[in-house]
């Protein structure tokens, strides 16, 4: 039963353009979410998250949108750039006690970003 | 400051076999989480440890295990391997306990040790 969905394995767009990622989710209990970003040969690098309070949070370029309503949270990336060529993986936090949280992702959807 | 170091970086047993993989943290950090990475099932939790104690614990059967080191090290091994076990394991570390936001307690990962079953 996967919990965290994303559904594009793959995206492709130009150069200053809109990068928009999507991810869906079924347990309405997620206290947070955040999104990950892998380069090849490295391990994914914290980029941005969200509250389940919010439905919005903005970090330069990149901004995350939740819609609870619809258990569906986006990424965007404005202008995209080249270098944001990578696999992003979303995630999804269940609070397992105090401030500990057990993180479940998604598969990953590959962006490629055109020059 | 260094970054989390996992070792070794590829390794290839065959099924029956056992391996054993070191992540060493950020220097400070005292949890550390492994995660299973396959193209079919993306990032899977498989156990997180703080303070020498597992604190949290994924779906894997018993054949998964790992522990923790005094110095914030941590081990996992996989017994009697499995052709399905050929995947990247990706070791992360945080200051306290994994966390949410953006500081210290987000997890910060490894380059993962890249197992492959024969």
């Known amino acids: 039963d996967q919990q965290v969905k994303q559904n594009s394995p793959s995206l492709s767009v130009q150069e200053g353009r809109i990068s928009i990622l999507n991810c869906d989710y079924t347990?309405?209990?997620?206290?947070?979410f955040l999104w990950y970003k892998k380069y090849p040969a490295e391990g994914p690098t914290f980029l941005i998250s969200?509250?389940?309070?919010?439905d919005k949070n903005e970090d330069g370029r990149f901004t995350v949108f939740l819609n609870k309503s619809a258990k569906h949270l986006s990424l965007h990336i404005v202008p995209s750039q080249p270098g944001d060529s990578a696999v992003y993986f979303c995630?999804?936090?269940?609070?397992?006690?105090?401030?500990?949280?057990?993180?479940?992702f998604g598969k990953g959807t590959l962006l490629t970003v055109n020059p | 400051k260094a970054g989390v170091t996992q070792t070794p970086r590829y390794l290839i047993k065959t099924r029956g076999q056992q391996v054993t993989l070191s992540c060493s943290p950020i220097s400070g950090h005292r949890s550390v989480s492994w995660y299973q990475q396959t193209p079919g099932q993306g990032l899977q939790f498989l156990f997180e440890y703080f303070s020498e104690t597992q604190r949290n614990k994924g779906n894997f059967p018993g054949r998964f295990s790992g522990r923790q080191f005094s110095n914030s090290r941590s081990e996992m091994n996989v017994s009697t391997l499995e052709l399905g076990d050929s995947a990247l394991y990706l070791c992360?570390?945080?200051?306290?306990?994994?966390?949410?936001?953006?500081?210290?307690?987000?997890?910060?990962f490894g380059a993962g040790s890249r197992l492959t079953v024969l």
């Open positions: 347990n309405s209990m997620f206290d947070y």
């Open positions: 992360a570390s945080s200051l306290g306990l994994a966390g949410v936001g953006s500081g210290a307690n987000v997890l910060t």
């Open positions: 969200i509250s389940s309070i919010k």
């Open positions: 995630a999804a936090a269940i609070n397992s006690g105090g401030s500990n949280y057990k993180l479940t």
